[in-house]
């Protein structure tokens, strides 16, 4: 089959397309036929080598952590997913690829009327939104503020959080202004004087802070919350040295919240952006987009 490996860690240039073998569902797996893969901001950093120390990747590698396809052979002892169900969910092996294996637990039925691409867009931001809002115990009433509102984490966070009932603040770039106020939240430009334009929004103050951007907001979130608690980042490395909550898992992997989040989706009660969408053969110039960190929701693979 063909997929995207990396031989060396290093820039989007290591990635290329390669001939490997078709894998195997082992007992309790499923293969899938990929039609969508998520491209995450962890996919660039595995491939740099950046997280080697914490996450060592043997080499060659496939990227891909969030898949939506169809289910093309069975292993041993799943009796719930059959061949030709439509899936999204979380891959055992990298979903770059033509197909990709995953454990049947964790792979949610794909409803009819939600697209491949925003089908491949839901498994980690979902979670990852999920288990930042239960961390910091987001309750209705409260003001939180999200960091990366408009990313592919932001986008959802915003909206469950909204569901909740809280009032959101979600810094973004000038040109994502109203894309964050589209999906419930007070939009704020990051950058100089956030506390000052926070404290004008919310005189009262924040209740809690998702960094879901990881670009040196903490210290501002640290200020606003007048110390560390009920701070949450999923991306600033320097939240341990600062004393704040990094959010590094486990993933929950819940099939049944995805199968939720994946209606809700095709129902359009909640909306999953997805900022571009490349074939799998231009793979680098995906991460290079994902790596520059300013994409409008999910960018997306398709494949076949
Ligand atoms: N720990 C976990 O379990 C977990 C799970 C999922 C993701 N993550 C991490 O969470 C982060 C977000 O992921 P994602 O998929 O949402 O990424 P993304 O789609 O690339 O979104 C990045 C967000 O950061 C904003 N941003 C860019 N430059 C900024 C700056 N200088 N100051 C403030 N905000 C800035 C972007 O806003 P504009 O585009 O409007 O400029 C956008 O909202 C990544 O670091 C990812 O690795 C961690």
Redesign the pocket.
């Known amino acids: 089959m063909k997929a995207i490996v990396f031989d060396t860690f290093g820039g989007t240039e290591v990635l290329h397309e390669a001939e490997i073998a078709t894998p195997e569902p082992g007992p309790g797996q499923v293969r899938v036929r990929v039609k969508a893969v998520g491209v ?3 996919d660039g ?1 595995i491939r740099s080598g950046a997280l080697e120390a914490v996450f060592p990747t043997p080499l060659p590698a496939t990227p891909g952590g969030e898949v939506a396809g169809v289910v093309d052979a069975v292993g041993e002892g799943v009796d719930q997913l059959k061949e030709g169900d439509e899936v999204l969910g979380w891959p055992d092996t990298g979903a770059y690829a033509e197909y990709a294996l995953a454990s049947a637990a964790v792979l949610a039925r794909k409803p009819a009327g939600l697209a491949w691409a925003h089908a491949a867009a839901l498994p ?2 979902g ?2 939104a999920d ?2 809002l239960d961390l910091l115990g987001v309750a209705s009433g409260e003001t939180l503020l999200i ?9 959802i966070a915003v909206q469950l959080a909204v569901a909740r009932g809280a009032r959101v603040i979600g ?6 202004q109203e ?2 106020a589209s999906l419930g939240a007070t939009p704020l430009v ?2 100089e004087n956030l506390v000052e334009r926070v404290r004008a929004l919310a005189p009262e103050g924040v209740d809690a802070v998702f960094d ?6 903490l210290e501002d979130s640290i200020t606003l919350r007048g110390g560390t608690d009920r701070i949450v ?4 490395f320097r939240a341990g040295e600062l004393g704040v909550v ?4 486990p ?1 929950r992997r819940s099939a049944a919240r995805l199968a939720e989040l994946a209606q809700q989706a095709a129902d359009g009660t909640l909306v999953t952006a997805v ?1 571009t969408t490349y074939p799998l053969a231009d793979a680098a110039k995906a991460q290079q987009a ?1 790596d ?8 997306v693979l398709t494949v076949g």
């Open positions: 995450n901001p962890v950093k980690v931001a979670d990852a288990r930042v960091h990366g509102a408009s990313g592919g984490v932001g986008t810094t973004a770039g000038p040109a994502n894309y964050v990051y950058g879901a951007a990881g670009k040196g907001a980042t999923t991306a600033d990094f959010a590094e898992g993933q900022g994902s520059a960190g300013h994409s409008r929701g999910k960018i």
